[in-house]
């Protein structure tokens, strides 16, 4: 009954985000041509663009603060920015269709520190084809989506996944 359940929810989010949301163009051979800007998640106010940081490998995470995945592969994403961070690899979490306040309390619970970005009515992830939470986008130094992570980042054969595409960026 559980898993019908939970089936259930993950089909109405998928209807939710692929219907109901607007959608921005995303070029997924130059996702900086969208001039995509999103308001940040922490305490300034300010919003940030996509756009600042071309040049640079890129990890983009779509999560919500109600997704248990989310929440099981978040540490890990942590640790990796902090191990990669000085190779150049940006990251950036994206919280979707969530309240403002609670996706705020989850990344403090956790300690996240890396970029995370507010898309409250699920547009940005609906232009990326983001069906379920989470996913993970690779995006190359010019912009390209090189890779694509569905569903959380578990365990020892996700987490050897995920540096191997993490690697690949750095070549």
């Excluded at 089909?11 to 921005?24: E, M, P, S, W, Y």
């Excluded at 603060?65 to 994403?77: A, D, N, Y």
């Excluded at 940005?124 to 996913?135: K, R, T, W």
Aim: hydrophobic share 40%; charged share 25%.
């Amino acid at each position: 009954m559980r898993k019908i359940q939970y089936t259930v929810l993950i089909a109405c989010v998928a209807v939710l985000f692929t219907t109901a949301c607007k959608r921005t163009n995303i070029d997924i051979n130059n996702i900086y041509t969208s001039d995509i800007t999103l308001p940040s998640l922490n305490d300034k106010g300010e919003t940030i663009k996509l756009s600042e940081f071309k040049g640079y490998p890129l990890v983009i995470n779509f999560w919500a603060s109600w997704c248990i995945p989310c929440r099981v592969e978040m540490p890990f994403l942590e640790l990796s920015w902090k191990q990669y961070k000085d190779k150049g690899v940006k990251f950036i979490g994206i919280n979707v269709m969530d309240e403002k306040k609670g996706a705020q309390d989850y990344l403090n619970e956790l300690g996240v520190t890396f970029h995370n970005l507010y898309d409250p009515n699920g547009e940005i992830a609906n232009s990326f084809n983001v069906a379920a939470l989470p996913v993970t986008f690779f995006v190359d130094k010019s912009g390209r989506i090189v890779n694509r992570n569905f569903g959380g980042i578990i365990g020892e054969e996700g987490e050897l996944e995920f540096r191997s595409n993490l690697e690949a960026l750095l070549r």
